[in-house]
């Protein structure tokens, strides 16, 4: 049942963030639906974005069944009696034989198919993974059924890069050819969406202004 506070009754708020740093990020691996810890650094972006977001009043919570991105939840929901609830919707892109594999190495054995993921998504594919067409459908399933069951509330969905940058491109109109362009989404940054059906406005995309340091890409 959604709840209605004065002067924002029928908007929903939707705060997008992509999970803190982990191991692999800083070994330039791919990640996708195989996982790595949060580094120390990733408990520390984490806790920054917690405290800023303290005294947000939050309704729900939902995360990406990876430890990661779970982990990321945890952090921020801080002393809040709310369960978070794990979609495998929210997983990050399969990348197939890519997982685990380091970026350089894989863009030096498959030139055409690493130049495709970044240039031209539409046309990208790797053997045992997903398209972008498709982790689009699926996330953007379970996006559609949060903005549904939480209108006019506050939910807080914790993700990772490719399927975040899907997410805003859903409220950007955003065509799939430009998914890449800036901006840059850091790890636990954040996005802030607020509105109601059909109207949604971005009041943040890619923030990092919770970071008490400069901002390592990864």
């Not at 997982?99 to 993921?117: L, P, S, T």
Request: hydrophobic share 40%; aromatic share 8%.
């Amino acid at each position: 049942m959604a709840t209605q506070r004065e002067g924002v009754a029928s908007k929903t708020r939707i705060y997008l963030v992509r999970h803190g740093q982990t191991e692999w990020n800083v070994e330039h691996r791919f990640q996708g639906h195989q996982d790595s810890p949060l580094t120390p650094l990733g408990l520390q972006q984490a806790g920054w974005l917690a405290d800023a977001l303290q005294e947000e009043p939050l309704d729900a919570i939902y995360a990406s069944s990876s430890t990661r991105a779970m982990r990321t939840a945890e952090i921020i929901r801080g002393e809040r009696q709310l369960a978070i609830q794990a979609s495998d919707g929210l997983l990050e892109m399969n990348l197939g034989e890519w997982e685990g594999g380091v970026q350089e190495e894989i863009k030096e054995q498959y030139q055409e198919r690493f130049a495709a993921f970044w240039e031209d998504p539409e046309s990208f594919l790797v053997a045992g993974g997903e398209t972008f067409r498709e982790v689009e459908a699926r996330a953007t399933a379970v996006l559609e059924q949060i903005l549904k069951e939480h209108a006019g509330q506050s939910v807080l969905i914790v993700t990772h890069t490719v399927v975040l940058k899907l997410l805003m491109a859903r409220f950007e109109a955003r065509p799939l050819k430009d998914l890449w362009q800036l901006p840059y989404i850091y790890p636990a940054c954040l996005c802030h969406i607020e509105g109601s059906h059909p109207d949604y406005e971005i009041l943040l995309h890619g923030d990092t202004s919770h970071y008490r340091e400069a901002p390592v890409k990864g």
